[in-house]
């Protein structure tokens, strides 16, 4: 089964409206960490936002918000007021600390299109 | 300060031949990884390092595939007798620690061409 799914291969937003971005996740590890970096087409992975699975509140960056709803595994990203420049792709990743250390498994990504 | 970076940025090579990826991680970063991003897919892990020793290599394909790193600072991915399939973007990460949130910072990149 795949530990991270993202279901939306690409996603059209207009500039200044809000955008979820959809992952789901699969682990049986009590303790684990949900990243969301963003690659553009120069290549780099830039990281966005960090929520742990014991944390109560959902994590908040600047423009970005993830959206965690631990009882359906899923971790959506929000990001508000889009630019022009949030055009990339998307990728969430898990690291299951206990069952698998410290690296980190990535879904398929999002390839997000802000229309001006 | 400086990021991680990689060389070389592209390497062409044609299969069956010997290629070596170096990757200098973040001063002061304990941990490096290797990941593979083939088109149009998320990068998949292939090893990484505490220090000097490889902690998890699990990721990695087949025993074409080697990383070392000697010092506990820069790292090279290496690859025996290239196939078309290897090529793809490896990755390199590195983070100030392991375990619990430790932001991996990426490089960018070095993009395998098998001819």
């Known amino acids: 089964a795949q530990k991270i799914t993202q279901t939306q291969p690409g996603m059209f937003v207009q500039e200044k409206e809000a955008v979820t971005l959809d992952c789901t996740y699969d682990?049986?590890?009590?303790?684990?960490?949900l990243f969301w970096y963003k690659q553009p087409s120069s290549g780099e992975m830039i990281f966005l936002i960090y929520?742990?699975?014991?944390?109560?509140q959902n994590a908040t960056e600047g423009r970005y918000s993830l959206n965690f709803q631990k009882a359906r595994k899923s971790a959506n990203l929000v990001i508000s007021a889009s630019q022009l420049g949030d055009s990339a792709m998307y990728f969430c990743?898990?690291?299951?600390?206990?069952?698998?250390?410290?690296?980190?498994?990535f879904g398929g990504g999002t390839r997000l299109m802000v229309k001006p | 300060g400086a990021g991680v970076s990689q060389t070389p940025s592209n390497k062409v090579t044609e299969k069956g031949k010997y290629v070596e990826l170096r990757c200098d991680p973040i001063?002061?970063?304990?941990?490096l990884y290797w990941y593979r991003q083939s088109l149009g897919q998320g990068p998949e892990f292939l090893i990484y390092?505490?220090?000097?020793?490889?902690?998890?290599d699990s990721g990695l394909p087949n025993d074409r595939f080697f990383a070392v790193r000697p010092e506990g600072s820069v790292s090279t991915l290496k690859i025996q007798r290239t196939e078309r399939g290897d090529s793809a973007v490896y990755l390199c990460?590195?983070?100030?620690?392991?375990?619990?949130?430790?932001?991996?910072?990426f490089g960018p990149g070095t993009r395998l061409t098998v001819l």
């Open positions: 990743a898990m690291r299951e600390i206990l069952n698998a250390g410290n690296m980190l498994t």
């Open positions: 929520q742990g699975s014991y944390d109560q």
């Open positions: 390092f505490q220090g000097t020793g490889a902690a998890d």
């Open positions: 990460a590195s983070s100030l620690d392991v375990g619990g949130f430790n932001e991996q910072f």
């Open positions: 682990t049986s590890d009590p303790s684990y960490g």
């Open positions: 001063s002061g970063h304990t941990a």
